[in-house]
């Protein structure tokens, strides 16, 4: 059984915790327990109706205010596919919880009010999908229930969107009307809208083709720990753990070791429950090589015809995460699959108005939640590929030395 990542994205107040609420409610996908807790607060905020948005909302601050502020993360699985979904906050100062959720997802959803249409946050999410390289989008226009089930209404705002989106990378854009509070089309089919001819949004997240989105040709395993046990029955093992990025590592395959650039052949590969054959994306396994090669943390297995080239210069669309805006000459840490270095901004050619896509090339810093293009340069050569290529190897966090903060998250693309 695969696994799916799917965020959800919006403005305030269009239903993405009611919407989540009603998938694990009407999946079956929570406990008793949990039910009655979220119907007791429903209960003493004097809602008459049980709040599946509480499901999610679980910040204090959350419910008392009724938004999302944290990205809250849940798990649920049906007997076709199982599921991680991050519920990202919908206000503009948050837009950095946003794409932390979207970084590592397979599918965004972004909800849009059917009653107020796209928003400045609709576009603004719309955006971020794209240049997070997530390659599949769902536009749910929520609360068909208060716009009379209009077929005209929600044709108006697919086009809205998809003349927005046209303009950006989304390869794969479905669209569906749904009402999350009353169930429509969220697990199963409305009979309120039978103008609608398309699946239900569970049956969409069921039978989305997600395998082909993953690169098997480029093998890329960073090593993030060397296993050297001392027990006397295994002094002569050494093996080199971590996550395969991308490609197939099997055994018996030439691979190069980089940055020494020596090349051996894998020995064996070992996976949590014994010796394996192949290695693919997303597995942690320990691989072990035919001969005696200097390899530490942070650098890299790959094909000997196959390799990103070591780089200190690093261009980079940035989301910047801080309230000290980024400044050309300011030195970070940077962290990039499992290598740490150190890196300075030389320069910051513009920011991105993520709204009309516009490029402000006047600007000389990038504020919190700013995205814009980054030049940096590192202490140490990095083995970088472009984003679009690999989301693991094509992206980056920078990292605050003096509070080991987590200030901004970047991803290689060639514009």
Known sequence: MDLLRFATAGSVDDGKSTLIGRLLFDSKS??????????AASKSRGNDYTDLSLLTDGLRAEREQGITIDVAYRYFATPRRKFIIADTPGHQQYTRNMVTGASTANLAVILVDARK?????????????SLLRVPHVVLAVNKMDLVDWSEARFEEIYQEFSDFASKLDIPDLTAIPVSALMGDNVVERSANMPWYGGT?????????HIASDRNLQ???????YVIRPQQADSRDYRGFAGQVASGILKVGDQVMALHSGLTTKVAAIDGPNGPVEEAYPPMSVTVRLEDEIDISRGDMLCRPGNHPAPTQDVEAMVCWMDQDALTVGRKLGIFHTSRMARAMVKEIPYELNVNTLHRDSE???????????????????????????????????????ATNRTVGAGVVRDS
Not at 30 to 39: A, P
Not at 117 to 129: K, M, N, P
Not at 200 to 208: C, I, N, P, Q
């Open 363 to 401: 600007i000389n810093q990038l504020n919190l939640n700013s995205i814009g293009r980054v030049k940096l340069r590192v202490t140490t050569p990095l083995l970088l590929d472009d984003y679009d290529e690999n989301r693991t190897t094509g992206s980056f966090v920078l990292i605050d030395e």
């Open 200 to 208: 239900s949004l569970l049956h969409h997240l069921e039978h989305v």
């Open 30 to 39: 929570i406990f008793e327990d949990q039910l009655e807790s979220v119907e």
């Open 117 to 129: 249409g796209l928003t400045e946050q609709s576009r603004r999410h719309a955006t971020i999908s």
């Open 218 to 224: 480029d093998v890329r395993f960073p090593v993030q």
